[in-house]
């Protein structure tokens, strides 16, 4: 195995009907302790008959868990005109309504109106959908009747029951304290969990190939209707589509890569070697984890690649560590890092077309022949050209032929001449 651990990892040592014990009722002081406890009890499948319920992670009762209220289906016409069973997807809640209005309609109008037929839309709330929001979405889209308003199961939304209550509140105190950033908010633990390894089971989705990922309150700034990005993804068969990428801050994360080392060297057989793969990308030339992400706030992510065996043990080893709660592991982080791992350099491709505006960031194509043509953003503003920008050096791997085009629409426009260089070299 090609990477290291740098800190020992500290085994713990008690007696045999004490572990069973940890194993069923999980009160975890630290993070070491909580990766070495899910090994053993994973291996050793240890499980009592008073905890029978929930000897399945919530990764493995999704078999059985089932929309209680709202939409539980797309019916096979809404596929009937698309090119790919693709489809838009958003977790919203009910007080949100304005925001996700504009960003609907933002979308329609820069690209799912302009077809002959559109994708459909699939949101999910964690709570029951008001009539009013459901009424008023619907007039948001081109067509309302591919709107689908699902609820997000209980099952997979609260806290798993190995989880301790009250280390949970005390890591969100910490985390505030250090000015971590929504770690205070219960509802955006879940919220990452949530969307890093389970909402892909809601039935919702049962027929849906690609998926493209929305965050609520984004605005998208170019027009794409003459290039379709979902089919793109599947005529090139690409896993991941994306178009930022940048630094997340270590703070809310400092064990997402030792837990994601420990795993890497007990499932060895799924890790591809990193010359095939992004790994380069994200750790520096000391072998040390740099923080890099892709942005999830528009990604467009095959839906099989997320249900993959190896992606769901994966999620489920980082779910039984408990990160999502006791830190501030976000999708981002965990989905980038498994695609590091498990896909090709080649399943990957950057939209360099598909501008838009979010809380954190823009982006916003470096070409002249789409700013004049098809967008309304400004280039000064992308994310590209910011400091804690990962988006070059992964552009360079995953669509090098891309480089050459930023470097003269620098050299031209932003008169970066040192940018451009750096750009190219």
């Given at each position: ?6 800190n020992?990892w500290?085994?713990?040592s008690?007696?045999?009907g ?9 009160t ?13 009890c994973?291996?050793?499948n240890?499980s009592?008959?008073?905890?029978k319920?929930?000897?399945?992670t919530?990764?493995?009762q999704?078999?059985h868990i089932?929309a209680?209220?709202?939409?539980s289906?797309i ?8 090119p790919?069973?693709?489809?838009f ?5 009910n007080?949100?309504?304005h ?7 933002s ?5 799912n109106s302009?077809?002959?037929t559109?994708?459909?839309?699939i949101?999910?709330?964690s709570q ?5 929001f ?6 948001a889209?081109n067509?309302p009747?591919k ?5 997000i ?20 105190k910490?985390?505030?304290h ?9 509802y955006?633990?879940?919220?990452q ?14 027929t ?23 089919q ?5 068969k ?7 990428a940048?630094t997340?801050?270590s ?22 070697p990193i010359e095939?793969?992004i790994?380069?990308w994200l750790?520096?030339s000391?072998?040390e984890y740099?923080?890099?992400n ?29 990160g999502f709660?006791?830190?501030r ?10 695609a ?7 399943d990957?491709?950057?939209f ?10 823009e982006h916003?194509?470096?070409?002249e022949e789409?700013?004049e ?8 503003n ?8 990962c988006?070059?050096?992964l552009?360079?791997?995953t669509?090098?032929e ?14 970066l ?9």
């Amino acid at each position: 195995m090609i990477y290291s651990i740098s800190n020992s990892w500290k085994y713990i040592s008690i007696s045999i009907g004490l572990i069973i014990t940890v194993c069923v009722i999980n009160t975890r002081s630290t993070i070491d302790t909580d990766i070495n406890l899910y090994n053993f009890c994973h291996q050793n499948n240890f499980s009592h008959k008073e905890h029978k319920t929930h000897e399945l992670t919530e990764s493995g009762q999704v078999s059985h868990i089932k929309a209680r209220t709202g939409d539980s289906m797309i019916h096979d016409y809404v596929w009937d005109g698309v090119p790919v069973k693709g489809a838009f997807y958003m977790v919203v809640q009910n007080s949100d309504l304005h925001n996700a209005r504009a960003t609907i309609r933002s979308l329609e109008d820069r690209f799912n109106s302009r077809l002959n037929t559109s994708y459909p839309w699939i949101l999910l709330n964690s709570q029951p959908f008001t009539r009013k929001f459901k009424k008023y979405a619907r007039l948001a889209a081109n067509d309302p009747t591919k709107v689908f308003f699902g609820q997000i199961d209980l099952n997979a939304w609260s806290l798993p029951y190995w989880i301790d209550n009250n280390r949970v509140e005390t890591a969100m105190k910490q985390m505030l304290h250090y000015q971590v950033e929504n770690s205070d908010s219960l509802y955006y633990h879940q919220l990452q969990r949530y969307q890093t390894g389970l909402f892909m089971h809601h039935s919702l989705f049962d027929t849906v190939e690609y998926i493209w990922q929305v965050e609520m309150g984004t605005t998208y700034t170019c027009d794409m209707f003459q290039n379709d990005p979902f089919q793109k993804m599947k005529d090139s068969k690409k896993k991941i589509g994306f178009a930022l990428a940048s630094t997340e801050s270590s703070s809310g994360m400092f064990s997402l890569w030792p837990a994601s080392l420990q795993f890497m060297k007990q499932y060895s057989q799924w890790v591809l070697p990193i010359e095939k793969t992004i790994m380069s990308w994200l750790i520096t030339s000391e072998r040390e984890y740099n923080f890099c992400n892709i942005w999830t706030s528009f990604q467009i992510v095959e839906t099989e690649f997320l249900k993959s065996p190896e992606y769901q043990i994966y999620f489920q080893y980082l779910d039984y560590v408990g990160g999502f709660f006791y830190e501030r592991w976000t999708t981002a982080s965990v989905r980038s890092i498994a695609a590091a791992m498990f896909l090709k350099t080649s399943d990957l491709h950057f939209f360099e077309q598909v501008g838009y505006t979010e809380s954190k960031g823009e982006h916003c194509p470096l070409n002249e022949e789409l700013l004049e043509s098809s967008c309304t953003c400004q280039y000064q503003n992308t994310l590209d050209l910011r400091p804690n920008s990962c988006n070059i050096e992964l552009i360079r791997l995953t669509n090098p032929e891309t480089i050459n085009t930023m470097v003269d629409f620098a050299k031209s426009k932003l008169n970066l001449k040192e940018e451009a260089l750096n750009f190219a070299s």
